[in-house]
């Protein structure tokens, strides 16, 4: 019987109690943690305003890893935040479709973070869209279960923003690699937020490089929580990034 | 000649006889039933006067016909007996009254009075229970519609001999009251006035029913739980026994009990174990019957008068025949399967030796035409076995229709899996399959198990599955795939060299207790094996560095290289003996590989940065 913190949901409030059980897994016994979600108004009435942000989370190293870890950490105890880390709770890629499409349902701003592999994301994540994303939940006629959700990709990238540029030898913007991110977001009836990005995570040598990212990820996060950002001056903006900071000094050289 | 050598020499004389001619019989092609009329022949008085009189014998050996009775019973469950209601109803009691009425005029015409000409009429309208089932099952008929017309004409006459034992005496010649006596005597045994024998008679049916039903499976489970097979068949044998003295005590006759319980027990899930346990009685009864019939035969009777003993029989066959025939067609019977099933009846029956006797003690008949037609009746018994040969060799190829052997009316559902063993182990094999859709066929011993699972609504019967007759009864010729699940090694080595040779289609997953089992389960060919406890031990394991703080994926990870290279370890090591040098240097070799995997995959793991695809970004970019 596994313990609550193999696959760790986050502390949020609004996750008011969770039930732990057992899954005969291919190869172990998987703990999975079933939540039981509070109806959607009955307890929100003291921060009426505030989104629900679901962060999907899809690292299969986490151990390993400099940025994603250091920006997770900067929007685990964020109110109204939930994060779902994939690949602890589904260690054999077994994902629990019911279970994640009452999370969905619950969230308000669905956020896919991860760090950009083969440019892409890693391939649970993928796992999760070909599973999760079911007709008559997420599109067709009656799949109408996501319209009016935001959907935000959080990434981070060893080549630099030249990189990815027409000139770069990527040959193709992050923008224009994210597109099918994008336009599953618009068959879903969500709408793509500008995506939150770390370019040249290589050159990183400590973690407070990566510092700066990570506390202007956790005010978005808590700027979107709060509907605090404005729809006409996002739709202007190539990167989440430069909603807070237009110049481009955050976009690593 | 030895004229009382003892019982062991009585048996070693008929076994001789039986285990010579009847092998002979059968790769003649001639079936089995035949081997034993000829071996009864010829360890006759007539040829070696190897064995005397046979009424003895002969009554004995009626006892096969209960319990192959009760065996048929045990194929037919209640639903497909009510089925059949109509065959048993019209075509038997048409076959009985049509040739009753038709010898009987015969009898008359001959010169009989009418009251001898009924009374033969009747016995000799009955047809053998014991050769006809015993030839149509050896030839795989009983399910076509041959054979089920068979059956259920056999079965009403099974039937009908309890009112023809009633009603013989009243056809007595002499004054009336001594038939009323000879009534009286027949149902000495019980001493009981009309209406308490009634009340006798439904007693004992209904206890049959009702105690099949409720109480028969407390009892065998209590039994199976001791585990001593031979306790299990004796109480098998006990059942059959207690109930023929049960019914013949009431008067009627146990063969018809019999039957009664086996259909009662046809849905226990003892009744492969049943038939398993009875089948070789049953076998061996019924061969010493066909043999006390061979040796019965009266050759100077016959050598006296041959043209008549001739003319009797054919004016006998023929006239069953015909009617059978009539019969068929009224019954719109496909015309294969019509002659068929008219050659196959077209005999007298065991019941006429009895009702014969019978009929002599009652004064209905007298010993001077009784003695001529007990002989007609062990010829046409004695024929029957050929006749059937003719029809097939000569007369089937004319009606050009290839008889199939493999109807697809299957009394039981055949399932395409089965389950060797309900334990631990098999459990979790049979929930999944049935979670999904598979229906299953299970075999266990432990009659705990059974009771628990059949109440979950699985087809669970008990028995050692190592016993081959248990996987045959189950279906395996029809099966698909067959998991042995059982725990003794021993068992599940047996089961896999008796299935993979008699069966090399048939794809096996067995139960390994360990490395060492799994080798050998190999080595005998079987390609699907699973050691017990790996799984388990895997998943521990798995658990444990989650504990010690990797991450799941990477756990999961570890664990699968883990299994994957074991498992191809056990493959190539099954090639080498144990102990051999061989086998030891490889071993240590294989295990430095299995380090060396791992410890790439932990480095692997280590290189998962967030860059690490493009880990060399392209310099001054």
């Known amino acids: 019987m596994g313990d609550e913190s193999q696959c760790q949901l986050g502390d949020d409030p609004i996750t008011s109690s969770t039930l732990t059980k057992t899954y005969g897994a291919q190869a172990g016994s998987i703990a999975l943690t079933v939540i039981w979600l509070p109806r959607n108004n009955s307890n929100n009435n003291n921060m009426r305003e505030r989104k629900n942000i679901l962060i999907l989370f899809a690292h299969p190293a986490l151990q390993s890893s400099k940025v994603n870890k250091v920006l997770l950490d900067a929007v685990r105890n964020v109110s109204n935040v939930l994060i779902h880390d994939l690949y602890e709770c589904y260690p054999d890629l077994h994902i629990n479709v019911q279970q994640e499409q009452r999370l969905l349902a619950h969230h308000d701003i669905i956020v896919f973070q991860h760090p950009f592999y083969w440019y892409s994301s890693p391939a649970i994540l993928k796992e999760w869209q070909d599973l999760v994303l079911e007709y008559g939940f997420a599109y067709g006629r009656t799949g109408t279960a996501l319209r009016g959700k935001k959907l935000l990709t959080v990434t981070s990238t060893g080549g630099s923003l030249h990189g990815y540029s027409q000139e770069g030898h990527n040959r193709h913007t992050m923008r224009e690699f994210l597109r099918p991110f994008e336009q599953t977001a618009v068959l879903c009836g969500m709408s793509y937020l500008p995506p939150f990005i770390v370019h040249g995570s290589h050159r990183f040598s400590s973690d407070e490089d990566i510092e700066p990212y990570a506390q202007d990820y956790r005010s978005l996060i808590e700027a979107l929580r709060d509907g605090k950002l404005d729809e006409e001056h996002l739709a202007e903006t190539d990167y989440l990034n430069d909603y807070l900071t237009p110049s481009n000094h955050h976009r690593g050289n | ?621």
Not at chain 2, 5 to 30: E, H, M, T
Not at chain 2, 429 to 450: K, Y
Not at chain 2, 591 to 615: M, P, T
Request: proline share 3%; with cysteine.
């Open chain 2, 1 to 621: 000649m030895m004229e009382d050598g003892g019982l062991l020499y009585q048996a070693f004389i008929y076994l001789v006889a039986a285990v010579c001619s009847v092998p002979l019989a059968k790769r003649l092609g001639l079936g089995s039933v035949l081997g034993y009329l000829i071996a009864g022949v010829l360890i006759g008085p007539f040829v070696f006067q190897l064995v005397g009189d046979q009424s003895d014998v002969m009554h004995f050996a009626e006892f096969g016909v209960v319990m192959m009775l009760f065996l048929v019973g045990l194929e037919l469950k209640p639903t497909l007996l009510w089925r059949l209601r109509t065959p048993i109803l019209g075509m038997g009691g048409l076959q009985l009254t049509a040739t009753t009425v038709v010898l009987a005029l015969l009898g008359v015409v001959a010169g009989l009075s009418w009251q001898s000409a009924v009374a033969i009429g009747l016995i000799l309208a009955m047809s053998s229970t014991a050769i006809v089932l015993q030839t149509l099952s050896e030839k795989g008929l009983i399910k076509t519609q041959a054979g089920q017309s068979s059956f259920s004409v056999l079965l009403f006459q099974d039937i009908a001999v309890i009112p023809i034992l009633a009603a013989l005496p009243l056809l007595a010649l002499h004054d009336p009251s001594a038939s009323i006596e000879a009534l009286r005597q027949t149902h000495e045994s019980v001493a009981l006035e009309g209406w308490q024998q009634t009340l006798a008679i439904f007693a004992i049916i209904a206890g049959i029913i009702i105690g099949g039903h409720f109480l028969m499976r407390p009892i065998f489970r209590f039994i199976a739980k001791s585990r001593l097979r031979e306790i299990f068949t004796a109480a098998a044998l006990v059942l059959v026994i207690g109930i023929a003295l049960a019914m013949q005590a009431v008067g009627l006759s146990p063969a018809l009990g019999a039957f009664l319980a086996g259909v009662v027990l046809a849905d226990s899930e003892y009744r492969h174990e049943l038939e398993s346990n009875i089948e070789p009685f049953k076998s061996l009864l019924l061969g010493l019957f066909f043999i006390s019939v061979g040796a019965s035969i009266d050759f100077v009777l016959l050598l006296n008068e041959p043209l008549l003993i001739f003319s009797l029989v054919v004016t006998l066959v023929a006239v069953k025949l015909i009617t059978l025939i009539a019969i068929g067609f009224l019954f719109r019977l496909p015309t294969t399967d019509n002659f068929l099933f008219s050659f196959a009846l077209a005999q007298g029956g065991e019941f006429a030796f009895v009702l014969f006797a019978f009929a002599t003690q009652n004064q209905v008949l007298t010993s001077e035409i009784v003695d001529p037609l007990i002989l007609t009746v062990a010829i046409s018994m004695l024929i029957t076995p050929i006749l059937i040969v003719v029809h097939d060799r000569l007369l089937q190829p004319r009606l050009n229709v290839s008889r199939t052997a493999d109807t697809p009316d299957n009394i039981d559902d055949i399932n395409p899996v089965i389950i060797a063993g309900f334990g631990r182990f098999g459990q979790v094999v049979g929930r999944l399959l049935h979670a999904n859709g598979f229906n299953t066929t299970v075999l266990d011993h432990d009659a705990t198990q059974i009771e628990l699972l059949r109440k979950f609504g699985y087809k669970v019967f008990y028995g050692d599955a190592s016993q081959t007759d248990l996987l045959h009864a189950a279906g395996i010729e029809q099966a698909k795939l067959l998991v042995i699940a059982i725990g003794d090694p021993e068992k599940v080595m047996k089961i896999a060299d008796h299935v993979s040779k008699n069966f090399p289609d048939l794809r096996i997953i067995a139960r390994a207790r360990g490395r060492v089992d799994a080798y050998e389960l190999i080595r005998r060919g079987v390609q699907l094996v699973h050691r017990e406890t790996f799984g388990a031990g895997l998943d521990a394991g798995v658990e444990a560095l989650r504990c010690l703080g990797f991450r799941a994926y990477q756990a999961v990870r570890a664990g699968r290289t883990f299994k994957y290279h074991d498992e191809e370890a056990i493959r190539e090591l099954s090639k080498l003996r144990e102990g051999e040098a061989q086998y030891i240097s490889r071993s240590i070799q294989l295990r430095a590989e299995l380090e060396a995997l791992l410890q790439r995959d932990d480095e692997q793991f280590k290189n998962y940065e967030d860059h690490a695809w493009e880990a060399a970004p392209p310099r001054g970019k």
